[in-house]
Nanobody, 115 residues
Framework: QVQLAESGGGLVQPGSSLRLSCAASGDISNFYSMGWYRQAPGKQRELVVISFSDGEPHYADSMKGRVTISRDNAKNTLYLQMNNLKREDTALYYC?????????WGQGTQVTVSS
């Protein structure tokens, strides 16, 4: 059983940056894909970015150009660098991992963008 734990969220002003982290309990280099989703109040969960083990990441239009996904395999940690945050980016951000047999989800980290 893989456990994922997000951190790095918080309350920031518009235009600010945050880096979210997702620490995995296992070796992330074995996952077929990893990525980030978000869910705003009253809305469905939506994709932010998906990163495949054998390809380029795919960013959703909503945050393209403002976010970058990266990983540190030695630390078994996935990151999401978010820049120029907007009020509409306020949401609970989740990381996931897919090993082709099962998808694993973290509990989420809250990002609130407000002045």
């Amino acid at each position: 059983q893989v456990q994922l734990a997000e951190s790095g969220g918080g309350l920031v002003q518009p235009g600010s940056s945050l880096r979210l982290s997702c620490a995995a309990s296992g070796d992330i280099s074995n996952f077929y894909s990893m990525g980030w989703y978000r869910q705003a109040p009253g809305k469905q969960r939506e994709l932010v970015v998906i990163s495949f083990s054998d390809g380029e990441p795919h960013y959703a239009d909503s945050m393209k150009g403002r976010v970058t996904i990266s990983r540190d395999n030695a630390k078994n940690t996935l990151y999401l660098q978010m820049n120029n945050l907007k009020r509409e980016d306020t949401a609970l951000y989740y990381c996931y991992a897919d090993n082709r047999e099962q998808m694993y989800w973290g509990q989420g980290t809250q990002v609130t963008v407000s002045s």
